[in-house]
């Protein structure tokens, strides 16, 4: 067993005395959570500013600026909806480091896992971009076309039972299991561990981010939405069961939209 590497023997600590054990990780990643939810309600409530009209870009041709301001909402919008949910697995790990005393490497760590998010964003951007120059989206991002939205809803409902999912959504509820089955030793082993942590997280909720081209991304509460569905699959008790009910659901829903309002 690697020093400082959690053991079959450790206790797996609850949310409550990890958010206490600590406070000052606990309060910085939830502070950075908080400060970008703001900055997207800024953006959803006043869309009149430069930035917001620069981020719903009018023409299907962007501009330089219109690719940045659409790259830095969705980075921002990724980080405010995924950092809290992130939070069990990010404070087990910061524990397991500080026993070592190995600050770096939960740095390390929490970087890795914020790359993998970042390159979603990026992702993102390029899906609006095409989606919008094809008609499929408006420049807010939302759905303009039936077969999309259905698709999308489908999407996201059937990959809700896929093995890929379940093994993502399994993993990502046992912050301690995964410690177990991954770690690996210094600063660059910690950046590794991140970014295949960020991967299994991205791997359980990419098909729920899509989501997005529903609502809109200057739908606030459809974006809360999105990120409350991600946070109970992954920290509530019986969250399994809720992911479930939620494959369930968004199938009854294309299904409903399919025959409401055809292709």
């Given at each position: 067993m690697l020093q400082g590497s959690p053991s079959p023997a450790d206790p797996a600590p609850g949310p409550g005395p990890l958010m206490r054990a600590h406070r000052g990780t606990a309060l910085a990643l939830l502070g950075t959570s908080v400060a970008c939810w703001l900055f997207v309600a800024w953006l959803a409530i006043d869309m009149e500013t430069p930035l917001a009209q620069l981020a719903m870009p009018t023409s299907r041709a962007w501009t330089s600026a219109n690719l940045l301001a659409v790259w830095a909402m969705w980075c921002v919008m990724m980080v405010a909806m995924m950092l809290p949910s992130a939070l069990p697995m990010v404070l087990t790990f910061?524990?397991?480091?500080?026993?070592?005393?190995?600050?770096?490497?939960?740095?390390?760590?929490?970087?890795?896992?914020?790359?993998?998010?970042?390159?979603?964003?990026?992702?993102?951007?390029?899906?609006?971009?095409?989606?919008?120059?094809?008609?499929?989206?408006?420049?807010?991002?939302?759905?303009?076309?039936?077969?999309?939205?259905?698709?999308?809803?489908?999407?996201?409902?059937?990959?809700?039972?896929?093995?890929?999912?379940?093994?993502?959504?399994?993993?990502?509820?046992?912050?301690?299991?995964f410690l177990l089955g991954h770690w690996r030793p210094g600063v660059r082993g910690a950046f590794s561990m991140g970014l295949r942590h960020g991967m299994l997280?991205?791997?359980?909720?990419?098909?729920?981010?899509?989501?997005?081209?529903?609502?809109?991304?200057?739908?606030?509460?459809?974006?809360?939405?999105?990120?409350?569905?991600?946070?109970?699959?992954?920290?509530?008790?019986?969250?399994?069961?809720?992911?479930?009910?939620?494959?369930?659901?968004?199938?009854?829903?294309a299904t409903v939209k399919l025959i409401v309002g055809g292709i």
């Amino acid at each position: 067993m690697l020093q400082g590497s959690p053991s079959p023997a450790d206790p797996a600590p609850g949310p409550g005395p990890l958010m206490r054990a600590h406070r000052g990780t606990a309060l910085a990643l939830l502070g950075t959570s908080v400060a970008c939810w703001l900055f997207v309600a800024w953006l959803a409530i006043d869309m009149e500013t430069p930035l917001a009209q620069l981020a719903m870009p009018t023409s299907r041709a962007w501009t330089s600026a219109n690719l940045l301001a659409v790259w830095a909402m969705w980075c921002v919008m990724m980080v405010a909806m995924m950092l809290p949910s992130a939070l069990p697995m990010v404070l087990t790990f910061v524990q397991v480091a500080r026993r070592n005393g190995e600050h770096g490497r939960a740095r390390a760590f929490v970087a890795a896992y914020g790359l993998v998010w970042l390159g979603f964003a990026t992702a993102g951007t390029v899906a609006q971009w095409l989606l919008q120059r094809s008609g499929l989206v408006d420049p807010m991002a939302v759905s303009r076309s039936t077969g999309l939205t259905v698709l999308l809803l489908l999407l996201a409902g059937v990959y809700q039972f896929s093995p890929l999912k379940r093994a993502c959504l399994r993993s990502c509820r046992t912050p301690l299991g995964f410690l177990l089955g991954h770690w690996r030793p210094g600063v660059r082993g910690a950046f590794s561990m991140g970014l295949r942590h960020g991967m299994l997280c991205l791997g359980c909720c990419w098909a729920l981010m899509g989501l997005l081209f529903i609502g809109g991304m200057m739908n606030l509460s459809w974006v809360a939405a999105l990120a409350i569905a991600v946070a109970i699959e992954k920290l509530a008790p019986g969250g399994e069961r809720v992911a479930t009910a939620l494959g369930v659901g968004l199938i009854v829903a294309a299904t409903v939209k399919l025959i409401v309002g055809g292709i």
